[in-house]
């Protein structure tokens, strides 16, 4: 039986062999496993694609969002972690690591639910939580680009301006993703990147990077993923060992050649996705926004009436690959229980969670392959 992977990882490296080998090689040849020349330059390079004055790597996505966050706390507080009582705003449809990195830079995160058609955070609903009751405890916004597509950057911008907030985009899912013309990542106070494998540009290991114009920020920032001093031995802040390893730049330095061509081919094989099951009822795609460059990290469709872990199952008996992501929305879990505001009844992201089904949208799978895949869905749909 033919299967469709989800995900290919050992396809993309065949693609990219050459490239990749080559500059894992180099590294190999100098031996300057950490702050290498590989991480300068990865660093140079992203900095450029995105327009930002800075690119900082770290050790991976959560790291990225944690040391956003605290290197605002001492901007905007002079303290080194938020207070309990400060609230930050995010969406709950994401993964654990958005929610845990408020809560580890010490502050409280509101849920706020999410719109309907796109996943993302529901701007109106920021609006109303902010006007209901004391916005003075809100001092910042994390949106999350999930599955690829920009959240209403004009919109949280303009919130963030009237209520003087800082915003920190989570980029994790999102490389390459534009909103209008600018890159995600580049419109906030900072953007949060990560590079774990299964990202739009991921590494052999974890990674992760810090987007920011902001040199305060990135001052910070830099001394906060270095134990928290400017030098080896004059720690002023409780920092961390989150530096970005020399080899997996030079992998990163590799791909990143092919972010755009392998995105590209993402949006593709939306199109033919959305072309090959529009016939089929109860199933619904994803939009996306005229605004929004989405560069489909997942390719979540929505299954109604509870069929979604039946039609889940007989993919997976099809050698079909998916992914339910997320089954749980972050109010649900242990970890944020009595440590969380839930701004509203948070309806939609509970409907999604029962809902959403990824389906395989690995950048090189041939056109063969897709067909199976809407072939499948109609079987079984
Ligand atoms: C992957 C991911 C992260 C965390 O990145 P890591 O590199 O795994 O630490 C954060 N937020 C979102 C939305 C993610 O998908």
């Given at each position: 039986m033919k299967q469709v992977p989800l995900l290919d990882l050992r396809r993309e490296y065949e693609y990219m062999k050459e490239d990749i080998d080559s500059c894992i090689n180099k590294c190999l040849e100098h031996q300057r496993w950490v702050l290498g020349p590989e991480v300068k330059e990865l660093e140079t390079k992203i900095a450029e694609y995105l327009g930002t004055d800075h690119c900082i790597g770290v050790a991976s996505g959560t790291d990225a969002l944690v040391i956003s966050l605290r290197a605002l706390a001492v901007k905007l507080k002079g303290k080194e972690y938020f207070d309990t009582t400060d609230e930050i705003i995010t969406t709950p449809f994401t993964f654990t690591a958005t929610g845990e990195a408020i809560l580890r830079a010490g502050a409280k995160p509101v849920f706020v639910d999410i719109a309907r058609d796109t996943f993302n955070i529901d701007t109106s609903k920021i609006r109303e939580y902010l006007s209901s009751g004391d916005s003075s405890k809100v001092v910042g916004v994390v949106p999350v680009h999930l599955f690829g597509q920009s959240c209403d950057m004009d919109e949280i911008s303009k919130i963030a301006k009237e209520y003087n907030l800082f915003v920190v985009e989570d980029v994790a899912q999102a490389f390459g993703g534009k909103w209008r013309d600018r890159k995600l990542g580049?419109?906030?106070d900072a953007g949060a990147f990560s590079f774990f494998p299964s990202k739009n540009l991921g590494g052999f290991g974890d990674g992760g990077m810090i987007s920011t114009q902001d040199n305060q920020i990135a001052d910070i920032a830099r001394m906060l993923l270095m134990h928290g001093g400017k030098g080896k031995f004059d720690a002023t802040y409780v920092g961390y060992n989150s530096r970005l390893d020399s080899m997996q730049a030079a992998v990163l330095l590799a791909k990143f050649k092919y972010t755009d061509e392998l995105n590209n081919n993402r949006r593709k094989i939306a199109q033919v996705y959305e072309a090959g099951l529009s016939e089929i009822s109860g199933l619904t795609f994803p939009v996306a926004l005229p605004d929004a460059y989405h560069v489909y990290h997942q390719y979540t469709i929505r299954i109604a009436d509870n069929k979604r872990d039946s039609v889940q199952e007989s993919l997976r008996q099809k050698g079909i690959g998916t992914a339910v992501y997320?089954?749980?929305?972050?109010?649900?879990l242990k970890v944020f229980d009595g440590r969380?505001?839930?701004?509203?009844?948070?309806e939609q992201a509970e409907k999604a969670s029962r809902e959403v089904l990824s389906l395989p949208i690995?950048?090189?799978?041939s056109e063969e392959e897709q067909q199976l895949v809407c072939e499948s869905i109609k079987e079984v749909c």
């Open positions: 580049s419109i906030g997320y089954a749980l929305p972050l109010h649900k969380a505001i839930l701004a509203n009844k948070l690995e950048p090189l799978l």
